[in-house]
């Protein structure tokens, strides 16, 4: 067992105006298995670059182990994946990776296909399996879960849970609480480090809160006292100084004098209450609350909404899914479960009215008015006061939303393209929100998005029941919010 040793880390991006770590010490230990959880946009994927040394920083990185990176960059995605490997780990023997391969769930026949050909879960699976071959490596293991589905995520998840020796980025409660020992959490103004599993620390994190916000407020009533002790203060020595200015005589030297000295005291007592205020005034920032989000409602007038009657659909030739009935209900909130290829995604976008070829009967209320959350967000542009006015939006809304999911106002004055995946999702998170819908339509709207965003979400669809049908492969937020499944 080795450290990695964090010493005054700090770092900002060129030309930025945001500091991303400052003055920021800590160590891990080679042998931890490490949870990484924070908001979206606190720096989680840069932390990893600059484990990796691939940006300039201040401070220092003290390491005896090498560092490897997953998901690994393949340049040649048509060759056979065994030669993928190669590329990767010339050294690797045949017998361990095999071995590797069949705690995976995958059979040895994927090595002679084409990488290409691959799932992106059977992807992820060669790329993890190769990345643990090699000797005196930490791993940084960067969201592993966007292209798994549940099945597939409870297996990488066992996987983990066997190894040792990595930084675990995922927003997956589950899939964190089974593969760690140890969390590193982004918080809003520190980074620490706890044993434990994701729910011991957020359990941690509840109780933190509560006694912080107690002693926030005790911090409010002491800053209201010493603010109204100043200004007494201000007050007294403009009366004394005013007060040789009045009629009839008197000693005006004299009350020069005092009104000096009583100034000269008042500015040295407000001085001392300015830095008070100022000091309590920060500890009042550690608190982080996720706020409870609104949503637009709007209801139709049919209470059934959709029916799917012995519906298959096709790609060319390819059979998608077959046989599919089911009706959805104002008032439902049906997550729709499945393996990756079984025709999930393809059910929404009939839904939506996209041009794909089926059979069978597809009912859709009259005058139905839909919010659809794509899986894509590539083609996202422009600035959010643009996006709303484009979506037809309310845009105070759109931006109070927003902020309530850690968006801080310099994010408005970005571009939506350079956000962070998590940031990006949240944008389209925000517009569903806020659209006049009579169903929501959400194709996995969580990857990238944080856990606190994730479970804000969870009390939003509690407090506002929309109608929603929704693909997702995040275990507890589907057991938290659906009301109905539907399996494929």
Request: glycine share 6%.
């Amino acid at each position: 067992m080795s450290q990695i040793n964090i010493k005054n880390l700090t770092f900002s991006y060129d030309g930025s105006y945001d500091t991303v770590f400052e003055n920021v010490s800590f160590q891990i230990d080679t042998d931890w298995k490490l949870g990484f959880t924070g908001r979206n946009g606190r720096g989680k994927t840069t932390f990893l670059n600059l484990l990796l040394g691939n940006y300039e920083y201040g401070g220092t990185i003290t390491k005896s182990v090498e560092m490897a990176y997953f998901p690994y960059p393949i340049e040649n995605m048509s060759q056979l994946t065994i030669n993928v490997i190669e590329d990767i780990y010339p050294n690797y023997l045949q017998w361990e990776l095999i071995k590797e391969l069949n705690f995976l769930e995958l059979s040895d026949e994927v090595l002679y296909r084409t990488f290409d050909t691959l799932s992106k879960g059977e992807q992820t699976k060669i790329l993890l399996a190769v990345l643990f071959l090699k000797e005196n490596t930490f791993l940084l293991i960067d969201e592993p879960t966007n292209h798994l589905d549940a099945q597939g995520r409870q297996i990488v998840s066992k996987y983990l849970s066997q190894k040792k020796g990595f930084i675990l980025v995922s927003h997956d409660r589950d899939f964190l609480d089974s593969s760690i020992d140890h969390i590193l959490s982004i918080n809003k103004n520190n980074i620490e480090i706890q044993k434990g599993n994701f729910s011991s620390w957020y359990q941690n994190k509840q109780l933190q809160d509560s006694y912080e916000i107690a002693q926030n407020e005790k911090l409010k009533t002491e800053i209201s006292r010493l603010n109204k002790t100043a200004k007494e203060k201000r007050s007294w020595s403009d009366k004394t100084e005013a007060s040789k200015f009045g009629e009839g005589p008197c000693d005006r030297g004299y009350i020069g004098h005092k009104a000096a000295k009583t100034m000269k005291r008042a500015k040295s007592i407000q001085k001392r209450m300015e830095s008070s205020i100022e000091e309590k005034q920060k500890l009042l920032k550690n608190i982080e609350i996720a706020e409870d989000l609104k949503m637009e409602q709007f209801t139709h007038h049919s209470k059934t909404l959709i029916t799917f009657d012995d519906v298959s659909a096709y790609y060319g030739e390819k059979i998608v899914c077959e046989h599919i009935s089911f009706s959805i209900n104002t008032g439902d909130i049906i997550s729709v479960w499945g393996k990756n290829g079984t025709g999930k995604s393809t059910i929404l976008k009939l839904i939506c009215g996209e041009n794909i070829s089926h059979t069978g009967t597809i009912y859709i209320a009259p005058e139905l008015k839909i919010s659809y959350i794509s899986q894509d967000t590539s083609t996202l542009r422009g600035n959010l006061t643009e996006f709303a006015k484009e979506c037809d939006i309310d845009e105070s809304l759109f931006k109070s939303i927003l902020r309530k999911l850690d968006f801080s106002r310099i994010q408005f004055e970005k571009d939506i393209s350079v956000f962070s995946g998590g940031q990006k999702k949240k944008v389209l998170i925000a517009k569903s929100l806020c659209e006049k819908a009579h169903i929501h339509i959400w194709d996995e709207p969580l990857n990238f998005v944080d856990v606190l965003s994730r479970i804000q979400l969870e009390r939003v669809i509690h407090d506002f029941k929309p109608t929603l049908l929704f693909v997702e492969h995040d275990k507890a937020f589907c057991e938290n919010v659906a009301t109905k499944k539907i399996i494929l």
